[in-house]
């Protein structure tokens, strides 16, 4: 196999505004090439050395030390701590941690390491690839960190590990966790979307600083981001495999090695001898005699012969089809056609196809110069790069086009960041905002932990809420501290949450603000102190609002860009009469009414109930300063659009419901352009379970709050809703909710009909990126969300058929789904890949999800991102993808029409039409 030389691709331009109108067209995205010159010519790669993809970390400085071993110790979830050893491999794709490495690791080598990794096989090492590291966090604020400073017995397993060289750096007895687990020298990596390892450095005094080697990891990451865009998926998936394959890490695989690497990628091997043949045959086309076939194959021969077996199925493939459909499978001379010039590719695929009206001769040209520069396996069929790459591009690339991300479903300007849009005041924008932030689990028994604010923080959430609770008096001073009052569920102390969201900022300052949605049933001593800890710890990041800057609109996310808001009370004469009510909020939010497992469970209930009612009478002016938005009560909106506009509501989503079939929606919508609302799971949900956000962001509500820590549909069509605009937590509402007072409602908005073709996949790895088990048998569930009636989330669902045995190249019946959407501005399309379980009593495994915004949904033959349940496309995940054909028309479709449709969907085998209500 021949890999050609990769460039650097370019940046993505600005994306347009966030309130184009809802069209059925697409626009186009191949201008993301516009700095690759014309007349650059490629060589033909087969002529001459090459820099292949698996150098391209080779030239990125690091410390010697981290190439040769470092001492680091890790912490774990009960507290202890044990000596690692940390190494980075000779080509530095791998990250080597092993326990109880004896002597010097100066001489150890990379095969050494490797095959203890395996061979130990114990929880304590651990072998990552850069591919699957998502973030690396700096500080000690992760729960194995908290959990480790307040055990007693933790200090003595600390004091033996921590002094490695045995320098007098070591602890005293008389120290305690929280002063030797020194921030600057701990951090965290954070792998294979749920995965982390909590890590610290010996001691400060040691020869190399924790922030160059995080410095060196983060670089290392970021370049491998970089070049994979110049590699096909699955020569990156067969990368990611191939040293946990290579036994004897000799960089051959032999037929053995090759078959678990087949079924560790979800491909099936009908038996062995067939694979034997096919091995030999492979072999002898590539000139191996009989000892080198024995010896096996090297990454380039296995990527080859990958790219092989593949193509052997090719006839049935769907782009082979799409192929023949759109260009011809005859040239105008008769022979079978190959390739396609630019013109083609322009005027019947992008123009006529996909819809993208835009797209010029130019930018295809430097769309092509970009495929012809790809990294893919050569197979003995292929074309030779044309002397002028701008010109044509084959079948192959022609595929790699369709999985790329510039031929997302998902708009690519769209998911940008666009700075421009960050202007206007923070009332127009959805706002990712989480329930309950502290909580592991459920809403009674849960454990609570910093790590819950650090992990929504990375998810792109900016509204996080704390219910804050007196606490104990230490030296004197009080503690407040958050937990869920009046449940089983633990403390943790105020001061460390805001510690670990100053320590985001510190390293994140470009942060759009993040708001703390206070639940405060403190007494006037303890908002005191936590006034002082958010001025004190926060510093310059806290947002004080002064009594002018209240008067107006509010300010926008660019104005309190990597600050601190806090919302709460602040009523303009301290009395709370018309202040939020927390104990309606109590009860509507998860506390049961009896009090147990509580510290107010032995007063005999007088205790409780006077210092109930002293936590709910009274603000600290110091702590009403610091607020921004005041919640109140609503009596009606004609009044409370009258109100100051940092003024705000809060309801349960029983509220939403309520008010959105007995109130006028279009007030609502209009007070909410001005006005904050937040929204927030009933409390009867004390599973912590989601409800849809699709009715109260239809609404215009901007902090629509979910339960972060339950991976549930919901939670996934929030990922995909913030998506857009970079990931930054703020999306502009669409002008269907900003410009409600001139606006006349009609029954009919902007109705669409949407249809999904589901067509292929490629690299699916198993359910939670297992590495044995069966090979799976993947379908997939198709959902619309939608608001039915204009006052209900609903939503419907229909399952393709099972592609049995194959998720790295799965192709499915091309399986045709249609939808009437009546809000395309808030509807969301949800695509989940299941594996098929042969059991009937055991559930389908999910595999993995996306979810996409129909107002950014491309028409045409698309490609669609696979997420984890943590929303990373880290590890094996972040190689898969499906293929999907996309139709949008704007109109009413006729009720018939689609009860038709459902009804031959009905009498299809594997299919199954569900029409459900939230």
């Not at 509501?649 to 001005?674: C, G, I, M, P, Q």
């Not at 890949?833 to 495994?845: F, L, M, V």
């Amino acid at each position: 196999m021949h890999l050609y030389q990769a460039q650097t691709s370019p940046a993505r331009p600005t994306r347009p505004s966030n309130n184009a109108p809802i069209s059925a067209s697409s626009s186009s995205t191949i201008s993301n090439f516009p700095n690759i010159p014309l007349n650059k010519q490629l060589s033909n790669p087969t002529k001459k050395n090459k820099t292949l993809f698996q150098h391209c970390l080779k030239d990125i400085a690091v410390p010697r030390a981290l190439q040769e071993g470092i001492q680091v110790l890790r912490v774990f979830a009960n507290g202890k701590t044990t000596r690692m050893t940390m190494k980075l491999s000779d080509d530095k794709f791998t990250l080597f941690l092993n326990h109880g490495i004896p002597g010097s690791t100066k001489s150890s080598s990379n095969k050494r390491w490797s095959m203890m990794s395996r061979k130990n096989g114990s929880e304590l090492d651990r072998v990552i690839d850069v591919g699957g590291i998502s973030e690396i966090q700096r500080g000690h604020s992760r729960r194995n960190f908290q959990l480790a400073r307040t055990r007693t017995d933790s200090i003595k397993s600390l004091m033996s590990n921590i002094s490695l060289d045995n320098s007098s750096t070591a602890p005293s007895s008389q120290q305690s966790m929280a002063d030797v687990l020194d921030p600057s020298l701990c951090f965290s990596i954070l792998f294979r979307g749920a995965w982390t390892l909590d890590l610290m450095m010996p001691s400060s005094s040691t020869s190399i600083s924790r922030d160059e080697i995080l410095n060196a990891l983060d670089q290392i990451v970021y370049t491998y981001q970089s070049a994979k865009v110049m590699v096909s998926n699955d020569v990156l998936l067969l990368r990611y495999v191939w040293r946990e394959a290579e036994k004897e890490t000799t960089g051959r695989a032999g037929s053995n090695e090759l078959q678990k690497i087949l079924k560790r990628i979800n491909y099936h091997i009908p038996s062995t001898k067939k694979f034997n043949d096919s091995y030999d045959k492979f072999g002898k086309m590539i000139h191996l005699d009989r000892k080198m076939r024995k010896q096996g194959l090297t990454f380039e021969q296995t990527a080859s012969f990958l790219h092989k077996l593949k193509r052997d199925s090719w006839l049935a493939k769907p782009v082979n089809r799409y192929w023949n459909r759109l260009f011809g499978d005859q040239m105008k001379n008769g022979k079978a056609r190959k390739d396609v010039s630019a013109q083609t590719f322009l005027t019947k695929f992008l123009h006529d196809f996909q819809g993208e009206d835009e797209a010029t001769l130019e930018q295809v040209q430097r769309l092509f110069i970009h495929l012809n520069a790809l990294q893919l396996p050569r197979s003995d069929d292929a074309i030779e790069i044309p002397d002028d790459p701008s010109s044509r591009i084959d079948k192959v690339r022609f595929e790699a086009y369709l999985n790329s991300e510039e031929n997302d479903a998902f708009e690519p300007l769209r998911e940008k960041y666009n700075k421009d849009c960050m202007r206007r005041p923070i009332s127009e924008y959805w706002i990712n905002s989480s329930h309950n932030t502290y909580l592991t689990g459920d809403q009674i028994t849960s454990a609570s932990s910093v790590d819950m604010y650090s992990n929504a923080l990375y998810r792109g959430c900016r509204c996080l809420e704390l219910d804050i609770w007196d606490g104990e008096i230490v030296d004197m001073q009080p503690c407040p501290v958050v937990w869920h009052g009046h449940t089983m569920t633990s403390k943790i102390l105020f001061k460390d949450i805001i510690r670990a969201i100053k320590l985001f900022l510190n390293f994140h300052p470009d942060t759009f603000p993040l708001v703390l949605s206070f639940e405060n049933h403190c007494s006037i001593p303890y908002q005191e102190v936590m006034a002082q800890q958010l001025v004190r710890i926060l510093g310059s990041s806290l947002y004080i609002p002064s009594e002018t800057s209240l008067q107006g609109s509010l300010p926008s996310p660019m104005d309190l860009k990597g600050m601190v808001v806090v919302k709460g009370r602040r009523p303009t004469d301290l009395d709370l009469d018309d202040a939020e009510d927390y104990e309606d909020d109590v009860s509507d939010d998860g506390a049961p009414s009896t009090v147990f497992g509580s510290e107010y469970a032995g007063d005999g209930g007088e205790q409780a109930a006077n210092r109930k009612k002293n936590t709910n009478s009274k603000i600290s002016p110091s702590l009403a300063r610091l607020t921004l938005f005041h919640g109140n009560k609503l009596k009606s909106w004609e009044t409370s659009i009258l109100n100051p506009t940092h003024y705000m509501h809060s309801f349960s989503e029983n509220k939403v419901r309520s008010l959105a079939r007995k109130t006028d929606r279009r007030t609502w919508t209009v007070y909410n352009e001005t006005h904050m609302s937040r929204t927030y799971p009933a409390g009867s949900r004390v599973d912590s379970s989601n409800y849809l956000p699709i009715l109260p962001w239809s609404l215009g509500c901007q902090m629509v709050s979910l339960n972060f820590q339950t991976n549930d549909v919901a939670l996934k069509l929030n990922d995909g809703r913030f998506r857009e605009n970079g990931s930054c937590g703020y999306v502009l509402k669409p002008d269907s909710l900003l410009e409600m007072h001139d606006k006349v409602e009609t029954k009919d908005p902007n109705t669409l009909k949407v249809a999904i073709r589901i067509l292929s996949g490629a690299c699916i790895p198993k359910p939670n990126e297992q590495k044995t088990g069966e090979v799976i048998n993947p379908y997939i569930k198709v959902s619309m969300y939608d608001i039915k009636n204009g006052e209900k989330a609903g939503f419907q669902s229909f399952d393709s058929g099972v592609c049995g045995n194959n998720g790295f190249n799965p192709i499915f019946t091309s399986d045709k789904f249609s939808f009437r959407v009546d809000n395309p501005a808030v509807a969301m399309l949800h695509l989940a890949i299941y594996d098929k379980e042969s059991t009937p009593t055991k559930p389908d495994a999910l595999v993995a999800s996306a979810s996409i915004p129909v107002s950014v949904l491309r028409k045409g033959l698309r490609s669609v991102k696979l997420f984890d349940t943590a929303n990373t496309r880290s590890g094996a995940i972040g190689f898969a993808s499906l293929l999907i054909e996309v139709k949008k028309s704007i109109g009413v479709v006729a009720a018939n029409d689609m009860d038709d449709f459902i009804a031959r969907e009905a009498t299809r085998a594997k299919k199954v039409a569900i029409m459900a209500e939230f």
